[in-house]
């Protein structure tokens, strides 16, 4: 039968600009089990098709590769059901993400915290600070409630419009760099900001912030609130401090 290259068949998926081509691989591949032709796991070749469609934006033809896996009565796993809400998610098609979670207990698969974050974040994107809180007291149901991931999205989907309920999700579970970025993006006044900031430096959410001393500010792992709320605090407590040691090097 024909053989088909593990190494080769992630990387060779082409991005294309429909979903033609993945459907014919999904019947090929359904095909081919049917014929026992030898096929990589189903995991990491659906996986790959899925992640091709998430870049072309094809949420339909990855949602197809789930369809065409549960009519071969493939084994399914929760990796390749979370790369399709994945792909929901970035192509702003949260009910879709949402419904590949609902059905995961029919499936009989168990959720993990990728599944909530996932299904978290594409409710944020819509705006559905609601549904978002929801996953999020199923998924501390489920002892998933403690992920950054989880809880970031939850805080993210609060927003501005909501930030009082975010600042409630924050202070009510572990902090972390991505609880931190969430809530600095959510507040909009440098009277919430700033203590929450240095709340944030006291528990080292940003231990590469200060680079040569403390003369340059490194913004990478900050988002756009806490690197805003990041540089008024550096001109307030040290840049003075620098400007002072220089006028003192000058005497």
Request: aromatic share 8%; charged share 15%; glycine share 6%.
């Amino acid at each position: 039968g024909m053989q088909f290259h593990t190494t080769r068949s992630s990387a060779a998926v082409p991005k294309g600009h429909n979903g033609i081509w993945l459907l014919f691989f999904s019947v090929r591949w359904t095909r081919s089990k049917s014929r026992g032709t030898q096929f990589p796991s189903a995991s990491l070749l659906q996986c790959s098709l899925i992640s091709a469609a998430e870049r072309g934006q094809h949420w339909a033809a990855a949602l197809a590769v789930i369809r065409a896996m549960f009519r071969s009565k493939v084994a399914e796993d929760i990796i390749v059901h979370n790369a399709a809400m994945s792909a929901c998610e970035k192509c702003g098609r949260w009910e879709q993400a949402l419904a590949l979670l609902a059905a995961l207990p029919c499936r009989t698969l168990a959720p993990d915290s990728v599944s909530f974050g996932t299904a978290s974040a594409a409710a944020a994107r819509a705006q559905q600070w609601e549904i978002s809180i929801g996953l999020l007291h199923w998924a501390e149901e489920l002892h998933f409630g403690a992920d950054p991931y989880v809880r970031s999205t939850a805080i993210a989907a609060c927003g501005q419009a909501q930030w009082p309920r975010g600042l409630e999700i924050f202070a009510n579970g572990p902090t972390s760099r991505t609880a931190f970025n969430a809530i600095l993006d959510a507040t909009q006044t440098m009277e919430i900001r700033g203590p929450l900031f240095e709340l944030a430096l006291q528990r080292s959410a940003y231990p590469g912030l200060l680079k040569d001393g403390k003369g340059t500010l490194d913004l990478h792992e900050l988002s756009v609130g806490a690197a805003s709320a990041a540089v008024t605090w550096w001109l307030q407590h040290v840049a003075p401090k620098i400007c002072a040691t220089r006028d003192v090097d000058r005497l």
